[in-house]
């Protein structure tokens, strides 16, 4: 099982901003593709946004690409997701999600080989 901590999340109103945080175990964090996935209060899984190893191939979920940012320290071994402008449509709850180089690079759950962290709430109200 991977050990993923997330941390960061919590309630604001339409238009905050929060970041999330997500500590990996270095030798997963170096090789790995990292990402977020989101599930809704209607129970949905979403891809948010993933990077590679490389640290500058990115992809986003297009209801989030000109609001959110994910980025990667590889000196702390983290992962970070800049959310801008957040909506009331952004409410749920957050999961850090790593897989191996693989044919998903978006939807990073989907490998079979994927782990995620716990999860950490964020909710936006209008």
């Known amino acids: 099982q991977v050990q993923l901590v997330e941390s960061g999340g919590g309630s604001v109103q339409t238009g905050g901003s929060l970041r999330l945080s997500c500590e990996a175990p270095a030798t997963i964090f170096s090789a790995n593709f990292m990402g977020w996935f989101r599930q809704t209060p209607g129970g949905d899984r979403e891809a948010v946004a993933s990077?590679?190893?490389?640290?500058?191939?990115?992809y986003y979920r297009s209801s989030v690409r000109d609001r959110f940012t994910i980025s990667r320290d590889s000196v702390k071994n983290t992962v970070y997701l800049q959310m801008n402008r957040l909506k009331p449509e952004d409410t749920a709850m957050y999961y850090c999600?790593?897989?191996?180089?693989?044919?998903?690079?978006?939807?990073?759950?989907?490998?079979?080989?994927?782990?995620w962290g716990q999860g950490t709430q964020v909710t936006v109200s209008s």
């Open positions: 999600v790593t897989s191996p180089r693989g044919r998903y690079y978006l939807s990073l759950w989907l490998n079979p080989a994927a782990g």
């Open positions: 990077i590679f190893p490389d640290s500058v191939t990115t």
